[in-house]
């Protein structure tokens, strides 16, 4: 089995930054696309940002240029650095990866999710 376990949420004001980690672990064998979606009350859950091994990014067009996803293949680890935050981005973010493990099939994989929260 494969776990995602997230890091880095928390309250900020608006204009401020926070960095998402996502940390991977279990019988991991590759994992190609990662990437961070996340979900408003009442709101659907959405696409931020997605990296695939081979570092190709794309973002939502309500982020693109305020965050930057990145990620440590060596530690099997995906940053979100989010800057100039706004109230709209509070949100619970989750991870994504899409594992290949060591039976050699694919499956994705969810992080718990963590909350972030942008105060006016």
């Known amino acids: 089995q494969v776990q995602l376990v997230e890091s880095g949420g928390g309250l900020v004001q608006a204009g401020g930054s926070l960095r998402l980690s996502c940390a991977a672990s279990?019988?991991?064998?590759?994992?190609?696309?990662m990437g961070w979606y996340r979900q408003a009350p009442g709101k659907q859950r959405e696409l931020v940002a997605r990296?695939?091994?081979?570092?190709?990014?794309n973002y939502a067009d309500s982020v693109e240029g305020r965050f930057t996803i990145s990620r440590d293949n060596a530690k099997n680890t995906v940053y979100l650095q989010m800057n100039s935050l706004k109230p709209e981005d509070t949100a619970v973010y989750y991870c994504?990866?899409?594992?290949?493990?060591?039976?050699?099939?694919?499956?994705?994989?969810w992080g718990q999710g963590t909350q972030v929260t942008v105060s006016s």
């Open positions: 994504n990866a899409f594992v290949t493990i060591a039976t050699m099939y694919s499956y994705n994989y």
């Open positions: 279990g019988s991991i064998l590759s994992i190609n696309a």
């Open positions: 990296i695939t091994s081979g570092a190709s990014t």
